[in-house]
């Protein structure tokens, strides 16, 4: 799999690329080709910039209200590879890249990506940090725990439920243990 993904983006597409340049200034002439070139990295280059502004800015309001990150991560690494394929000289990249940027496409493709990476990947999440730090609950599920029946140890207010009833958004199937911070040292 590898292999032909390395042979593709080091030797398909580039001579894609220069097909697609040499049919264009065919068509325009040369001058007026690069001169699109250039100016589709200058404005490129201005889109990254206010675009990157836009997930930093998310970023950090997803850490101020104490939620995950994941998807202004995987927009940041879309901005990235998007604003590289804009600078990157060539029309298809430059199309590809300008999917990655705007945000409407960039949504599509992040919808597809989070599918294709939810389908490969277990995600685990702590129960603590999740939950926030006021909440300190073992909750376990899964075959130690029988099938269906969730067991709550819980040292706030909250009574043990069948764990198809008290489910929350960040409740995941398996086993996981809450463990307490370790002491603040001086």
């Known amino acids: 799999m590898v292999p032909v993904l390395l042979v593709l983006v080091f030797v398909v597409v580039p001579l894609a690329e220069l097909f697609v340049l040499i049919q264009v200034g065919q068509e325009i002439g040369a001058l007026p080709t690069i001169g699109i070139l250039v100016v589709d990295s200058i404005l490129g280059s201005l889109l990254l910039r206010s675009q990157g502004r836009a997930v930093w800015r ?8 104490r939620r995950p990150p994941a998807r202004e991560v995987l927009d940041g690494a879309l901005v990235i590879f998007g604003g590289a ?34 389908r490969r990947f277990v995600v685990a999440r702590v129960a603590g940090a999740a939950a926030g730090a006021g909440s300190r609950r073992v909750r ?6 029988g099938r269906g029946g969730g067991r709550s140890d819980s040292r706030d207010s909250r009574d043990s439920r069948d764990s198809r009833d008290s489910r929350e958004p960040y409740d995941v199937e398996g086993q996981a243990v809450d463990i307490d911070p370790p002491p603040l040292q001086r």
């Open 58 to 65: 998310r970023f950090n309001e997803a850490l101020n209200n």
């Open 140 to 145: 376990t599920r899964g075959p130690a725990s």
């Open 85 to 118: 394929l804009l600078l990157t000289p060539g029309f298809l990249t430059d199309i590809l890249g300008l999917l990655l940027l705007l945000p409407p496409t960039r949504a599509v493709v992040r919808r597809v990506l989070f599918g294709w990476f939810g």
